[in-house]
T-cell receptor
Framework: LAKTTQPISMDSYEGQEVNITCSHN???????ITWYQQFPSQGPRFIIQ???TKVTNEVASLFIPADRKSSTLSLPRVSLSDTAVYYC????????FGAGTRLTVKP | NAGVTQTPKFRVLKTGQSMTLLCAQD?????MYWYRQDPGMGLRLIHY???????AKGEVPDGYNVSRLKKQNFLLGLESAAPSQTSVYFC??????????????FGQGTRLTVV
């Protein structure tokens, strides 16, 4: 099973773009890459999912290079409400979370 | 739609007691998952199910059993609770990977304390 490595924490300021990179060197051919957001005392919430290249939705973009050994979640123009823990997952049927990245957005 | 509902939301158990956590989803999802989250940590997969009548072990299955007798329900059992099982338990459900988008929906969690 692919393991993921993310920075433990990141700080940013309101209005900035935030990029969180996840390493998954042992990703399998059929694995997907998925990102979740979690606020305190809540269950995680789906942000975005991709297999290769670039995926964009209304809240984020996901960049995946050709070798798929890493991925970058991009959050445009963050606000205070984006302060949360962000998890990168790789896998097929079983979803396994890593330690996550604690993002703190400052005013 | 209620989404994913976990019962109970809070529980205190004595060491050695047993209990069952219920997860119910109304989205007709094939896949269901049970996780535990300890303070300041990420979620760890306990067991999961890819369909009615099937279950599989995750990362930390010891001390837990599960059953998926109905598609909409996924039960997590603790046969003999231990203080190390004090945690917040989350249930999730999703469509199968073959369906494409496999966004998982999570319940609000069950906070379990074993004394």
């Amino acid at each position: 099973l692919a393991k993921t490595t993310q920075p433990i924490s990141m700080d940013s300021y309101e209005g900035q773009e935030v990029n969180i990179t996840c390493s998954h060197n042992n990703i399998a051919t059929n694995d997907y890459i998925t990102w979740y957001q979690q606020f305190p005392s809540q269950g995680p919430r789906f942000i975005i999912q991709g297999y290769k290249t670039k995926v964009t939705n209304e809240v984020a973009s996901l960049f995946i290079p050709a070798d798929r050994k890493s991925s970058t979640l991009s959050l445009p123009r963050v606000s205070l409400s984006d302060t949360a823990v962000y998890y990168c997952l790789v896998g097929y049927n079983d979803m396994r979370f890593g330690a996550g990245t604690r993002l703190t957005v400052k005013p | 739609n209620a989404g994913v509902t976990q019962t109970p939301k809070f529980r205190v158990l004595k060491t050695g007691q047993s209990m069952t956590l219920l997860c119910a989803q109304d989205m007709n999802h094939e896949y269901m998952y049970w996780y535990r989250q300890d303070p300041g940590m990420g979620l760890r997969l306990i067991h999961y199910s890819v369909g009615e009548g099937t279950t599989a072990k995750g990362e930390v299955p010891d001390g837990y059993n599960v059953s998926r007798l109905k598609k909409q329900n996924f039960l997590l059992g603790l046969e003999s609770a231990a203080p190390s099982q004090t945690s917040v338990y989350f249930c999730a459900s999703s469509y199968p990977r073959q369906a494409g988008n496999t966004e998982a929906f999570f319940g609000q969690g069950t906070r379990l304390t074993v004394v």
